[in-house]
């Protein structure tokens, strides 16, 4: 059984997720509570790689949703990026694909955020700045493993 490997990303404005492996039940905790702590900001866009997901089930998509509507809540939006194989079908299937933005690469991901950030300035708390809460968290799901790097 594959593990799910983890890691992040801080820039400007987003946190990038690097994943790959399959997220599904055994895994899904251990994402969500990744997510969780890895995120800086509530108005942060997040964006996930998943160039090297090969797998993902119901509860991978539960967590890609938790995420979506925190997202939606600061004003920020969920990007998945080299979206491919079988997490590509269920979305669509779904129609979930929908309610997230798709990109071919995590760059344009990135591109797409600063430009959301350049036509809207005054949405941004400065970095650092007196501004900066304690970022909301996804409901809790429990303990899981998670690898992280």
């Given at each position: 059984?594959?593990?799910?490997?983890?890691?992040?990303?801080?820039?400007?404005?987003?946190?990038?997720?690097?994943?790959?492996?399959?997220?599904?039940?055994?895994?899904?905790?251990?994402?969500?509570?990744?997510?969780?702590?890895?995120?800086?900001?509530?108005?942060?866009?997040?964006?996930?790689?998943?160039?090297?997901v090969t797998f993902m089930d119901s509860m991978g998509l539960r967590v890609?949703?938790?995420a979506f509507v925190l997202a939606e809540r600061h004003g920020a939006a969920?990007?998945?990026?080299?979206?491919?194989?079988?997490?590509?079908?269920?979305?669509?299937?779904?129609?979930?694909?929908?309610?997230?933005?798709?990109?071919?690469?995590?760059?344009?991901?990135?591109?797409?955020?600063?430009?959301?950030?350049?036509?809207?300035?005054?949405?941004?708390?400065?970095?650092?700045?007196?501004?900066?809460?304690?970022?909301?968290?996804?409901?809790?799901?429990?303990?899981?493993?998670?690898?992280?790097?």
């Amino acid at each position: 059984m594959p593990l799910l490997s983890m890691h992040h990303q801080h820039h400007v404005g987003a946190t990038v997720f690097i994943l790959a492996g399959e997220i599904d039940l055994a895994c899904a905790p251990g994402l969500h509570h990744f997510i969780t702590e890895a995120r800086r900001r509530p108005e942060d866009h997040l964006i996930f790689d998943m160039a090297g997901v090969t797998f993902m089930d119901s509860m991978g998509l539960r967590v890609l949703l938790d995420a979506f509507v925190l997202a939606e809540r600061h004003g920020a939006a969920v990007h998945l990026t080299a979206l491919h194989g079988s997490p590509a079908r269920l979305l669509a299937i779904t129609g979930l694909d929908q309610h997230f933005q798709l990109h071919s690469s995590t760059g344009i991901a990135l591109a797409t955020v600063a430009g959301a950030a350049a036509a809207a300035p005054h949405l941004r708390a400065p970095e650092g700045g007196a501004a900066e809460t304690a970022p909301d968290r996804l409901p809790d799901q429990g303990p899981g493993p998670a690898e992280s790097g």
